[in-house]
């Protein structure tokens, strides 16, 4: 059954982001994951919408939060950590 992982995320420092979208998309491919949706999301209901929303789709949930992924992605100078 597949896995989805969704980020919620708020840029604080536009540079590093914009590296950071060029090194990770890469890590995930390499690790199974593929992108569904990125960007803002429209808010239908509630008060307060997250900035940036990330879903990736994985083959399952061991390989959404492979350690291997998440170890690369600190190794690039990202603090990432996989979910618990």
């Known amino acids: ?7 919620q995320a708020t840029v604080h ?12 998309p890469p890590l995930v ?6 992108y569904i949706a990125m960007g ?11 900035k940036s929303v ?3 789709q994985w083959r399952d949930c061991q390989a959404a939060t492979k350690q291997n992924l998440f170890g ?3 190794a690039t100078g ?7």
Not at 1 to 7: N, P, T
Not at 17 to 23: M, S
Not at 29 to 34: A, L, R, T, Y
Not at 40 to 50: H, R, T
């Open 13 to 24: 420092d536009w540079q590093k982001f914009a590296k950071y979208t060029e090194v990770v």
């Open 29 to 34: 491919e390499k690790f199974g994951g593929q």
């Open 78 to 84: 990202f603090c990432a950590t996989a979910p618990s």
């Open 54 to 56: 990330v879903i990736s």
């Open 72 to 74: 690369q992605m600190s």
């Open 40 to 50: 803002q999301p429209e808010l239908i209901e509630g008060q307060d919408a997250p």
């Open 1 to 7: 059954m597949s896995a989805y992982l969704i980020i």
